[in-house]
C-alpha cells in the first residue's frame, strides 16, 4: 500500500498485480482462494479509490481450465469491487486463442472485467479482433513489452501496439538499470490528445509506420527506419500533406525535413535519420480548402445491463460479509 501511496503522490496512476497461487482446480482448494481474496480485500481497502487491480494467476500445482479461471475473474472482480467501489478490476495477461477465450467468455465474465490485458505474442493482434467482438468497447492493456537499453526504440513498439488497438502498453525492465525516459516523455506530449490510428494514412517504407491524425487532420507518425541504411524515405497517398517535421525525442525540438509532391504522392525523406522517428505533418485546414467546420455533440443515457448490476450487488454482499 505504501508503494501505491507512492506512485499515486507523483501523479501517476497506481496498477496493482495481484498474484494468485491457488491450485487447481479451484473446486478443491476453496480453502487457500479464500485466504487469497481476503488479503486482497484488505490491500484494495487500504490503497482506496482510483487504482486499477490486475489479477494474475501462477497456481503452484494443476492445470487450470477456462471455468477454472473464468471463476477466479468473478470472485476477485466482486472482492475489489467491494472493497473499493471506483477501483477497476483486470486479469491476466488472457489466453490469446480466440477458441480458449470465446470458451471463457461462454462462463459470462464479460461484466466482471474493465480493462483486457494480453501478452505482447505475435497472436494477441487476432486475440483483440476476437475480444471486439466477444466483449466490444473495453480497453486493451497490453503486459509488458521489454524496455531495451534504447528506451527511443520502446516509441516504435508502443506505436505499434496503440495502432493495433491497445489504450495502454506496458514497458518492463530487463535490468536493474533506470533507462533514460526522456524519448518517451517526448512522444507522450507529441501523440496525447485526441489521436485516431488512421491505417489509410499509414506511409509506405522504412521498416514500419503508424500514422495518427490529430483533431485538426494533422498527422503525427512514427517510423522505424530499415537496419543499415542511413536514411529514412517515406510515401505517402495525401498528396495534401505538408509541413513534415522531425521531432528530436531525445530533447522535444523539432527541424524541417524534406517533403516532396509527386504523382499524387507525399514524400518525406530523414537523411541521418533515428533508429525510430516521429514525425509532424500539417494537412489544409477546412477554410483554406473552402469546406466547412461544424461541430456536433451527441449524448445518450447509458442504460447499466443485468449483469453489472448482479456484479456490484455480489460486491456489496460480499463487503458486507467481510
Do not use: N
Request: hydrophobic share 45%.
Amino acid at each position: 500500500v505504501a508503494a501505491v501511496d507512492a506512485v499515486r503522490d507523483t501523479g501517476a496512476q497506481p496498477w496493482l498485480r495481484v498474484v494468485f497461487s491457488s491450485p487447481a482446480p479451484l473446486a478443491d482448494h476453496l480453502g487457500a482462494l479464500g485466504r487469497e481474496l481476503a488479503e486482497l480485500a484488505g490491500i484494495v481497502r487500504e490503497a482506496g479509490d482510483r487504482i486499477f487491480v490486475q489479477a494474475v494467476w501462477r497456481p503452484e500445482s494443476g492445470t487450470p481450465t477456462a471455468k477454472d479461471y473464468g471463476y477466479l475473474i468473478k470472485r476477485a472482480a466482486v472482492v475489489v469491487t467491494g472493497a473499493a467501489a471506483q477501483a477497476e478490476f483486470a486479469a491476466g495477461p488472457l489466453p490469446s486463442d480466440p477458441a480458449v477465450l470465446e470458451k471463457l467468455y461462454a462462463d459470462e465474465v464479460a461484466a466482471y472485467l474493465d480493462v483486457l490485458v494480453l501478452a505482447p505474442t505475435t497472436e494477441a493482434v487476432s486475440a483483440m479482433e476476437a475480444l471486439t467482438v466477444l466483449d466490444p468497447g473495453k480497453p486493451v492493456a497490453v503486459d509488458a513489452v521489454v524496455l531495451a537499453d534504447k528506451s527511443s526504440s520502446a516509441v516504435g513498439e508502443v506505436a505499434a501496439w496503440a495502432a493495433a488497438g491497445a489504450a495502454v502498453t506496458f514497458l518492463g525492465l530487463d535490468s536493474g538499470i533506470a533507462p533514460d525516459l526522456e524519448p518517451l516523455k517526448v512522444a507522450t506530449r507529441e501523440l496525447s490528445g485526441g489521436l485516431v490510428h488512421d491505417p489509410t494514412s499509414d506511409p509506405s517504407g522504412g521498416g514500419g509506420a503508424w500514422a495518427f491524425v490529430r483533431e485538426d487532420l494533422g498527422l503525427r507518425v512514427v517510423a522505424k527506419k530499415r537496419g543499415g541504411e542511413r536514411r529514412l524515405r517515406l510515401v505517402f497517398s495525401d498528396d495534401q500533406l505538408r509541413s513534415p517535421e522531425l521531432v528530436d525525442t531525445s530533447t522535444g525540438e523539432s527541424r524541417s525535413v524534406i517533403g516532396v509532391r509527386k504523382g499524387g504522392e507525399f514524400v518525406v525523406v530523414v537523411e541521418d535519420a533515428p533508429d525510430v522517428a516521429l514525425l509532424r505533418l500539417e494537412r489544409p485546414s477546412a477554410a483554406e480548402l473552402e469546406g466547412f467546420d461544424e461541430e456536433i455533440e451527441i449524448g445518450g443515457e447509458r442504460e447499466m445491463p443485468v449483469e453489472e448490476i448482479i456484479r456490484r450487488l455480489q460486491a456489496f454482499e460480499d463487503d458486507q460479509d467481510r
